[in-house]
């Protein structure tokens, strides 16, 4: 007999939906019972047993569906916390991951996407910092479901208290971003983070900083952070529309893409000591030619020795790819840097739960100013 796509979709949702837990509103139901907070016992009482999700049935394919899937009870004796999610936000490309890398993202659970969320606790682990009501922002690892679902869970490690001056809708455009480009400049990138050390201020002092796209999602918060820690000159690759945008986040000069080419600068300007590049292709080959002696070039598109032109001229250059780490501690400092006005989030647009082929599809352009946001439900 032949199965219609729809019926395909329809029987992969109703298994994968079936595989993510039998009873699950039992088990929270069990989980509460053994509750004390009232707080936390009243906030559970009105949980649905069943909640809106963004499913993406076949991993061939980037389109998502809208669909209805059981809440994800929490596991007892871990460090899980049951979130629910106000607003999340797309990554270039987080539908191609199953894809593309079949070993690191397993499909062993329903592909839920989009890893950033704010949102409100709804149940924790007695000892967590973050109890029943508090608002967290976090990015979780796209290794589990995601979080473009009315109930999601993160770990203990993984929250962060979110800045108080910032609406649900720009704390869920911070964490993957900002951790990105933490662990960029500070992790992986020889920087120090300026505002808690005067020596590494004074370090970072001499430093020069290149960043090949600056107004996007992670670029953003790359010129923000590298001018926070004091470098000396933060220079960012934008499109002509963007150049005062980037200047106002703090970089010191903004290469036309569409006016100089990345190799015609090179040859003309004082090299860098680090490159952080968001693009791959083409830009990072180029980019290879703007690093000096001994610098660093880190790309989170695309390992740079794959994009290694024969002419490169530097010697001793270091090079890595790498994926971020989603670290609570790293996003405490994030919101220290929000709350006292040394960075702000960059949002591009925000569309409702029912919108989000137009959010994926305005990511996909490739030509968005900061974060595109999904605002999942009302608070
Ligand atoms: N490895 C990791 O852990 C990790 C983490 C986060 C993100 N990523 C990856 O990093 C990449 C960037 O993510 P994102 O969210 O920052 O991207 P994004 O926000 O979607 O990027 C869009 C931005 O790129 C700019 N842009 C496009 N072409 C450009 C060019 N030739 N030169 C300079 N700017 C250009 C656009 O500016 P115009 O409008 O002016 O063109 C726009 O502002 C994605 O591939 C993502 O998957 C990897």
């Known amino acids: 007999m032949e199965i219609t796509a729809k019926q395909l979709v329809a029987n992969f949702s109703q298994q994968s939906i079936n595989s993510l837990n039998p009873h699950p509103i039992q088990t929270i139901a069990r989980q509460l019972a053994s509750s004390t907070s009232p707080q936390q016992e009243q906030m559970a009482s ?38 629910k999610v106000l607003a999340t936000a797309p990554c270039a490309g987080e539908l191609l991951w199953a894809k593309n890398f079949p070993g690191f993202i397993p499909r062993d659970h329903p592909f839920v ?40 869970v993160a770990l203990t490690s ?29 992790v992986h990138g020889g920087l120090a983070a300026g505002w808690k050390s005067e020596a590494g201020r004074a370090a970072n002092g001499t430093k020069r900083v290149l960043i090949t796209a600056a107004a996007a999602g992670v670029g953003v918060w790359l010129v923000q952070l590298a001018r926070a820690a004091g ?56 980019a290879w030619g703007t690093v000096k002696d001994g610098g660093i070039l880190l ?36 919101r220290d840097l929000i709350e006292a006005g040394e960075a702000k989030p960059v949002v591009d647009s ?22 595109v946001i999904i605002k999942v439900q009302d608070d």
């Not at 007695?126 to 009501?133: C, L, M, R, T």
């Open 46 to 83: 009105s949980l649905p047993s069943n909640i809106r999700a963004l499913l993406q049935p076949d991993i061939h394919s980037t389109d998502l569906i809208l669909t209805s899937m059981p809440l994800q009870p929490t596991q007892p004796n871990t460090s899980e916390h049951l979130i």
């Open 113 to 152: 996407p989009c890893f950033d969320l704010s949102g409100t606790v709804v149940t924790a682990p007695p000892a967590s910092p973050f109890q029943p009501g508090a608002h967290v922002y976090t990015r979780t690892p796209a290794t589990r479901t995601g979080n473009a679902r009315e109930y999601a």
């Open 158 to 186: 993984e929250l962060a208290a979110k800045p108080r001056n910032l609406s649900w809708e720009e704390a869920a455009s911070v964490p993957l971003s900002a951790l990105t480009a933490y662990q960029a400049l500070f």
């Open 231 to 286: 470098v000396r000159e933060v220079v960012g690759i934008a499109g002509p529309q963007n150049a005062e945008f980037v200047k106002g986040l703090g970089a010191s000069e903004v290469i036309d893409y569409k006016a100089q080419e990345l190799g015609e600068w090179a040859k003309e300007n004082e090299k860098v000591d680090l490159v952080v590049d968001l693009l791959g292709g083409k830009t990072l080959e180029s």
């Open 299 to 334: 790309s989170v598109s695309q390992p740079p020795n794959t994009a290694k032109p024969d002419d490169r001229t530097s010697k001793d250059v270091q090079d890595k790819f790498f994926i971020m780490e989603p670290d609570g501690w790293q996003l405490d400092e994030v």
């Open 350 to 371: 925000v569309w409702k739960l029912e919108q989000f082929k137009e959010a994926f599809a305005k990511v996909a352009s490739g030509h968005t100013r900061g974060k």
